[in-house]
């Protein structure tokens, strides 16, 4: 009984001591490399991020092996690290598991667990290994290859480890080497790690009572690219850079920084900004968001909107950066020059063996120096060579044969040496060598072998008669306006401004079309990025009224954020004078058992609907805010199917799931969707949009009222006749539905 109590006792501690708020600072979930861990592969070790997985494959028959990236966590603040890892293969008794506190490979400490039941906490210093905690039995380790969940965390003075919920250690505050914190295996292990979380109270701590509130400002908003073009090119790492400058007399807390694409994002990757923890009055930050460029990149215009928001609400105003993205320039790359070596060193140095008259002759040993040079305008990313013996001829051997250089980067106008030998019996008599190249690159992944054109009794250069030099080239690139990717349809096209006064309106656009756990929602980001301009010319709303999130952006995290009770627009309404619109285009699905319908954010799965956003709360939320009037349209279905008539939801296929209808719905409120309960809301693949949303932004552009104003009555009569019809022509059946009274309130004056 005593031993019994002592355990529930532990255990509540063990639970107190995870009751502190943190809050995240790096959350990684393998969706996606934005995080930029190191992907190789090479004899030694393999790594690779691929569909919310991180494999990490150390090969050796010796040594370990981590992999590492960089976050900004204060040693000196309380905070959290968890990850859940899985041995693939490998020793049951030698260790995998977490890395942190990290300078580089050689200096950092490793929290580990064997496949038999063993943990250990250890550092290296300077390349030699210290155990800190030796390896020590633990029921809390799920054996063999299962899966483990493990947790460092450091309270006050102390750090305490975890397996699987359940604490196994603990020690005294460490210092950092380092910001490093990572995964580590040992020899000729496998793992894989579904989830990295770094959490952190360094923004949650008792912010002291302010006597005047900050002033956030954007400044000097540009994009900070190698090139110096002044535009983002293919295949090139460049920054949005701004000021982020507290005009205000208090402090700012817990700043978060978002950038959201406007235009299309399509062979684009943006990194992402750590939080502000705080910003002093009269103070500045100076922010740098990573963004980079593919080598599928398109000449396009790009427009991406930043928005900071402050843990008190006392955010900055959006601010939109436009530059052009240019078409990669192509490398080009050719081996037009080989030289050999066939004369014997006097000391037996090098491998060439023959009389020196630069002829290759059957019972020599040939040294060969290919020249592989680029004539692009491209540089040659990532360059591998490798060497080819096409032959089974007994008569002559290639030691290098299947071998494969890493060349790396070679530059516009550049070149590199390829060196290697081979030599021939004296029954050797095939004229032609059959040794080839193969190139590689990341623009050119599947290259054809090159043949070196080496020839048995004819003289080749020798390698002291080359005099390679750099080729010149033009690396001017002329950057065109070219409207690719989603070719502008009627509708994004010649967007009228119009006399609507949206000073008064706020304005949340929320479009998720891909998702985490479910099939992309066809043309959702578009739909959203088109309503966003359609929100400022044609509905008049101003840039600091409009709360836009698409896609990862989109998460229950921020739908709480717009939509909560002391959330973004609660703050800012002003009770009977502000109206409020509403755009979600995503997917819907409804709870199968309470029949109640919910809208999906980007990280909810729909199986478990009830996780999402509730319409219940939706118009809950919206109904309380005391707003003049409030509009909503919805481009989801919640028939538990996709745009496209795909089962939604596990187990329900065949069935139509029917939502019950929302209790709380206010007299000043107005909420169109595109379908009915049974239909589900159809994409319009010619127009590249939700069939709901074209014929939206068609009566909003004028069509509905043809130049006289817009009220909600003309607009729902306008999508009322055309949806269906379109629908019709598609195969499918869909007749939007309107929910409110006020349906004379008047949205458009043109």
Same mark, same amino acid.
């Given at each position: ?377 491209? &540089? #040659? %990313?990532?360059?591998?060579?490798? $060497?080819? =013996?096409?032959?089974?001829?007994? @008569? *002559?051997?290639?030691? !290098? ?44 992944? &599947? #290259? %054809?072998?090159?043949?070196?054109? $080496?020839? =048995?009794?004819?003289?080749?250069? @020798? *390698?002291?008669?080359? !005099? ?283």
């Amino acid at each position: 009984m005593k031993k019994l109590l002592l355990l529930v006792v532990s255990n509540l501690l063990f639970l107190a001591s995870f009751s502190q708020e943190y809050n995240t600072i790096f959350k990684e979930d393998f969706d996606d490399n934005l995080n930029k861990w190191k992907l190789y592969d090479s004899p030694s070790a393999r790594t690779t991020v691929n569909t919310g997985i991180f494999i990490l494959e150390h090969k050796r028959n010796d040594g370990a092996w981590s992999s590492t990236v960089p976050v900004d966590l204060d040693p000196a603040s309380n905070f959290v690290i968890d990850t859940k890892v899985t041995k693939v293969f490998g020793v049951n008794n030698y260790g995998y598991g977490l890395t942190w506190g990290g300078k580089n490979s050689g200096n950092l400490y490793v929290f580990l667990i064997t496949a038999n039941g063993y943990f250990q906490i250890g550092k290296t210093v300077n390349g030699r290994y210290e155990n800190i905690v030796d390896w020590t039995e633990s029921s809390a380790i799920n054996r063999n290859n299962a899966q483990n969940i493990l947790r460092i965390e450091k309270n006050g003075n102390q750090m305490f480890f975890s397996i699987n919920g359940r604490r196994v250690t603990n020690l005294d505050a460490m210092p950092f080497m380092g910001k490093n914190i990572g995964f580590f295996v040992n020899k000729n292990m496998k793992i894989r790690a579904s989830w990295l979380v770094v959490k952190s109270d360094e923004t949650a701590k008792s912010f002291e009572v302010q006597s005047y509130p900050p002033d956030l400002v954007i400044e000097n908003l540009e994009l900070i690219d190698p090139s110096k073009n002044g535009s983002l090119d293919g295949n090139e790492e460049a920054q949005i850079s701004f000021k982020l400058v507290n005009r205000g007399r208090g402090k700012a807390f817990g700043i978060n920084i978002n950038a959201t694409p406007l235009s299309s994002a399509e062979n684009l990757t943006l990194g992402k900004v750590e939080i502000i923890a705080e910003l002093s009055s009269q103070s500045f930050r100076n922010v740098t968001i990573p963004i980079s460029a593919n080598y599928m990149v398109k000449n396009l215009e790009r427009n991406i909107r930043i928005d900071v928001s402050e843990f008190y609400g006392n955010d900055a105003d959006p601010s939109v950066i436009n530059f052009y993205t240019s078409e990669y320039s192509k490398p080009d790359l050719a081996i037009k020059q080989v030289a050999i070596n066939d004369k014997t060193d006097e000391y037996q140095r090098g491998d060439a063996y023959g009389n020196g008259n630069s002829i290759i002759e059957a019972g020599e040993s040939i040294e060969v120096t290919a020249y592989l040079q680029n004539f692009g305008q491209g &540089n #040659s %990313e990532n360059t591998q060579v490798e $060497l080819i =013996l096409e032959t089974t001829d007994k @008569n *002559i051997t290639f030691p !290098d044969n299947g071998k494969i250089i890493e060349i790396g980067t070679i530059a516009s106008g550049d070149y590199k040496e390829i060196a290697f030998y081979f030599y021939t019996s004296r029954r050797y008599t095939v004229k032609d060598i059959p040794i080839f190249v193969k190139v590689t690159s990341s623009h050119s992944p &599947n #290259s %054809e072998q090159i043949p070196l054109n $080496l020839k =048995l009794g004819e003289r080749t250069e @020798n *390698i002291v008669d080359v !005099d390679i030099k750099k080729i010149d080239t033009d690396n001017d690139v002329v950057v065109k306006r070219i409207e690719g990717i989603i070719e502008p349809t009627d509708v994004e096209q010649d967007i009228p401004e119009t006399r609507t006064d949206g000073s008064n309106t706020l304005c949340v656009i929320l479009g998720v079309e891909k998702y985490k756990y479910a099939p992309n929602v066809d043309f959702a980001a578009n739909d959203a990025r088109t309503f966003y301009l359609y929100a400022q010319k044609v509905l008049g709303i101003p840039e600091k009224n409009i709360f836009f999130r698409i896609n990862e952006n989109a998460t229950s995290g921020e739908f709480e954020k717009v939509f909560s009770d002391n959330g973004w627009l609660s703050r800012r309404i002003v009770n009977g004078e502000t109206d409020i619109i509403v755009y979600y285009a995503g997917h819907g699905a409804p709870d199968s058992k309470e029949k109640v319908a919910y809208l999906i954010p980007h990280d909810i799965d729909p199986n478990y609907a009830n996780t999402g956003y509730s319409l219940d709360k939706l118009y809950a939320s919206l109904s309380n805010f005391k707003a003049k009037n409030v509009t909503v349209f919805l481009d989801a279905c919640f028939s538990g199917t996709t745009r496209n008539n795909e089962v939604l939801l596990a187990g329900v296929r065949g069935i139509v799931v029917k939502p019950k209808e929302s209790a709380t719905f206010a007299d000043n409120l107005i909420a169109i969707s595109a379908s009915s309960d049974d239909e589900f809301s159809s994409s319009y693949p010619d127009k590249f949009h939700g069939l709901f949303t074209y014929y939206l932004l068609k009566a909003l552009k004028g069509e509905a009222s043809k130049g006289k104003p817009l009220d909600v009555k003309t607009l729902f009569a306008y999508l009322e006749k055309y949806v269906p019809v379109q629908a019709g022509y598609l195969d499918r059946d869909q007749h939007p539905t309107i929910r409110g009274k006020k349906t004379d309130r008047i949205l458009v004056e043109y």
